[in-house]
């Protein structure tokens, strides 16, 4: 065990190295520059040249990345824009996506869980037949126009949530706050749990085809006492690793989400850093959302071998040959 | 004991019929053979028998136990004579047991159900039952999971569970067609043995004729859903036979010397 986290761990950390290096040549080649972006139309070369001086991108490139790694472990990494340190801009968007994004996994889960079990179980009926082309109907609708469809309704036509932003007193205020966050929250629920109710069906599926459930209703279990008995831990291996995607995704999709409804969360603070040419903010922001995805599988990965001893058993024999 | 199976036929919701007036009967401590290539219904009767036919598929005629209409049980009543009454041993022991399970909780499962064994109680009979079926090292099989466990060490197990509420009926489907041949024949012995010594009624569905007559004596030989001969195993090694079944059993003897029956 120790050694599969060591393992772990070291490939997390070159995962990191690469990621960090792909993100900033990728940004280094976007068409476009920090100073010019910064200045505008009309700025005369000479002051062009004092920013590029100021913000270091004279430099090469090799040498711009090497000062940013360490700027990243002394937490120095500073705006090219409003020169605020870029931890404090990214810590200051979390109280807002990140309720966003857990409340969406949350809502998620509890909606997909138990019609990915239903369409599984009763595929063959109207009811299983009907939960899944809602999904498949989610999945192929865009989520900005979910979010659009929903303001449209709820807050332009019965006028019970508003259409977008967040209160300026921040979550001083509960209840304006939470109000605030439903549509959003919804409609990231909607594009999850389109997916997940896809998998969960289809890990069900292979449940209720298994022949354990089969063995177990022989002796004389009822179809969902089977399940209960022996399909939830089987059923849990790959709903897992879907979840734990999911989560992740969860982060990405409140980028798009969060301009929709005007949100000024992480997702709106890496457009306008984007747009911006704001590099050191991007680079920082794109990392972390790196970590959370390789930390999320790594999670993944320890809970589906405590769940499934099998996993353990090959890995060990794996190490020791 | 009674298990009486009568103008049983079985038809899809597309209407076409796989199973066709299948009539038999095996009353208590008897030997019944059913054989037939894949897609004879052998198979398909036993599932029927059990009450568990795949959706869509429906089943008229009787199946009476001890004059108890089977058929037209609610599937609460018939919940409990699954695994009590009448208890099953499928072909593959890897997939028929849960892989995440150990073995010990798994036989637990129907103690639990059906004679509400719990603790140290249920315990004592799961090591019993593992005994019975002849495992070595009962404790450490016990609390390992199938996987960890050989081929028919694995069957031995779901030969457990199946009896672990002394059932009047063992329906063995295919039960060593999964199997090396070395521990084919462990496990027939072992079947043998434990029919003769809980004179459980044994219902054995496989193809391999050699095998049928070597653990029963009356047998059903079935084809394309019909019952095309109704003999005993004596008379089949014997000769002479029905034209379908003298196929079948020149198959057989083609691949291998058929081997004597031990008992009469």
Known sequence: MVRFIALRLAALIASLVLASAVIFYVLRKLPGESAGATLGVGTTVDQLDLL?????????????????????FDGSTTSFISREPVSELITSKLPITLPLSIAAFVVAVLISIPLGVIAGVYRESVVGVVVSALSQLG???????????????????????????????????????????????????????????????????DVVQSDYIRTARSLGYSMWGALARHGLRNGAVPVVAILGIELATSLLGAV???????LPGLGTLLLTAVTGRDFPVVQNLVLLLT?????????????????????????AAGASA | MTLDVHNLTITTSTGLTLLNDVSWSVTSGGRLGIIGESGSGKSLTAAAIMGLLPTGMRATGRITLDGRELTTLPERELRKVRGARIAMVFQEPLTALDPLMTVGKQIAGPLKLHRKLTGQAARTRILELLQLVALPDIERIADSYPWQLSGGQRQRVALAM?????????????????????????????????????????????????????????????????????????????????????????AATRITALPRKAQP
């Open chain 1, 52 to 72: 590029r001086a100021e913000l270091g991108t004279d430099l090469p490139v090799w040498q711009q990345y090497t000062s940013w790694i360490a700027s990243l």
């Open chain 1, 139 to 205: 999945l192929a609708i865009p989520v900005f126009w979910v979010g659009l469809l929903l303001v449209w309704w709820f807050a332009l036509r019965e006028r019970w949530l508003p259409s977008g932003g967040f209160p300026r007193t921040g979550w001083e205020d509960p209840g304006a706050a939470i109000t605030s966050l439903v549509l959003p929250v919804v409609t990231i629920a909607i594009a999850m749990s389109s997916v997940m109710v896809r998998y969960i069906r289809s890990a069900t599926i």
């Open chain 1, 256 to 262: 798009v989400v969060e301009n929709v409804f005007a």
């Open chain 1, 291 to 315: 970590v959370v995805v390789l930390v999320m599988n790594f999670l993944v990965e320890l809970l589906q071998r405590a769940i499934d001893p099998r996993l353990q058993a090959t890995s």
């Open chain 2, 162 to 250: 199946a009896l672990a509420c002394e059932p009047d009926v063992l329906i063995a489907d295919e039960p060593t067609t999964a199997l090396d041949v070395t521990v084919q024949a462990e496990i027939l012995a072992l079947l043998d043995d434990l029919i003769n010594r809980t004179g459980t009624t044994l219902v054995f569905v496989s193809h391999d004729l050699p095998v049928v007559t070597r653990v029963t004596n009356d047998i059903i030989v079935m084809r394309d859903g019909h019952v095309t001969e109704h003999t005993t195993a004596q008379r089949l090694v014997n000769g002479p036979r029905e034209p379908y079944t003298q196929q079948l059993f020149d």
